[in-house]
């Protein structure tokens, strides 16, 4: 059963989507890029502000989600945006009165990873009520080609923009972005019920529906090795990330714009990865996708640190878009093996958990990838990344998931 290509409620969430990420991606170059460009930070600060950027997911991962099961995902979905662009906005506004600082940065960076938790968790327990469950590979497949999109887009605006105006006013669009999709989500029409009083009720306990979200997730195989493969991708990955924007703006001489390139670069591969993904799952099933799509692409990334300034470096370019198209496939026949195995009650508590198991090491990879680069320089920081990348297949090839071929519970994958 296909999505309907008028479905509203799908095509605000899929326009909302597109305008979200677009800020999300720029913001994702505009905000290191304060700090190096116009605060001229050094490779541990860069470090830091990338641990409190994801630090949201330890901070309030599991509570994000008992909380988002109490209540309806859309309204969470709209305030979160809505907060988030007004907090960016205050980036540009101390730039232009003389007031920026690193400490300010960081703590922008804090509450917007914060806000980003809760609709993260919001949002990926909305769609299975928007689509319906037998449609779940196809509306990520989706959605992933539009993220893929503004990947090419997003850095191809944050690039010139902060060579043209500065890096700080790059920000300005990012907030925009998040602005205009809290406004779309909030025209979707709601079809998902408030929970009743067995969910909902003013004193439930948020222990037991911690505790409860904990024991669904880690007691399944399948769930089980989802996470633990993607806490150790993401942990290696951050780590790679942080030194990345050093290495290409201090060793391989380049600079906002050409830094903006590559990145789009990046999002070419999940694009081609967003329309390849259903194909991939549905040929191979989504088990074997999830653990082959780590070990053939990642390995590739070694090719940055080995670049030097000039031709090399497009060569490092196309191993991160082949990063980013095996990471698209993954996330797509992940999220809907989690999407497909999880009960309606439980999708707030599994999508927070999975998220506080998955990125709570993400701080930890910022802090590791900023000391690394400092004590040994940009580069070792790559090479370590790219290895540690690579072993992230491991949990999900001694799992289940080895051989699952569909989404569908079974007596092997329900644990």
């Known amino acids: 059963m296909r999505i309907r290509p008028r479905d509203p409620d799908f095509g605000l969430l899929f326009a909302a989507t597109a305008l979200g990420q677009l800020g999300d991606r720029i913001l994702f170059l505009a905000l290191p890029l304060v700090a190096i460009v116009a605060l001229h930070a050094d490779a541990f600060q860069v470090g830091l502000l990338t641990a409190l950027t994801t630090a949201g997911s330890l901070l309030v991962g599991l509570p994000a989600g008992a909380w988002v099961d109490r209540t309806r995902k859309r309204a969470v979905m709209v305030a979160a945006d809505l907060a988030r662009a007004l907090v960016l906005m205050t980036v540009p506004a101390a730039w232009w009165t003389g007031l920026l600082s690193i ?21 990926v327990s909305c769609l299975p009520h928007l689509v319906g469950r037998g449609r779940l590979v196809e509306a990520n497949a989706r959605l992933s080609a539009v993220r893929s999109v503004t990947s090419i887009g997003g850095p191809a605006v944050a690039g010139p923009l902060a060579g043209w105006a500065g890096a700080p006013a790059a920000v300005v669009a990012s907030a925009a972005g998040m602005a205009l999709s809290g406004f779309l989500a909030s025209r979707i029409r709601e079809r998902e019920t408030k929970p009743g009083a067995s969910a909902g009720r003013e004193r439930f306990r948020l222990r037991r529906e911690i ?15 989802t996470v633990l493969g993607d806490a150790l991708f993401n942990l290696f990955l951050v780590m790679y990330q942080t030194m990345l924007l050093v290495f290409l703006e201090r060793e391989a001489g380049l600079g906002p714009s050409a830094v903006g390139l590559v990145l789009s670069g990046m999002g070419c591969g999940a694009l081609l990865g967003a329309l390849l993904a259903a194909r991939l799952a549905q040929r191979f099933g989504p088990g074997p996708v999830i653990w082959l799509a780590p ?19 497009c060569a490092a370019a196309v191993g991160l878009a082949g990063l980013s198209l095996g990471g698209v496939v993954r996330v797509v026949a992940q999220s809907s093996v989690q999407q497909a195995l999880t009960p309606d009650r439980l999708l707030g508590r599994m999508s927070a958990t999975a ?8 701080p930890l990879g910022g802090v590791l990838g900023g000391a690394a680069g400092s004590a040994f320089g940009a580069a070792a920081a790559l090479w370590l990344g790219a290895a540690g990348m690579t072993l992230s297949f ?21 644990g």
Do not use: I, K, N
Request: net charge positive; proline share 10%; with cysteine.
């Open 103 to 123: 400490r300010g940065l960081c703590a922008v960076a804090l509450v917007h990873g914060v806000l980003t938790v809760f609709f993260d968790v919001a949002y």
């Open 295 to 313: 070990l053939v692409t990642c390995p590739l990334t070694a090719l940055m640190p080995a670049a030097r300034p000039g031709w090399s470096v």
């Open 394 to 414: 491991l949990p999900a090839f001694l799992s289940p998931l080895r051989t699952l071929r569909t989404t569908r519970p079974s007596p092997l994958t329900a």
């Open 211 to 225: 505790r409860e979200g904990l024991r669904f997730v880690l007691g399944q195989p399948v769930l089980r090795a």
């Open 355 to 362: 998220r506080f198991v998955s990125w709570g090491g993400l």
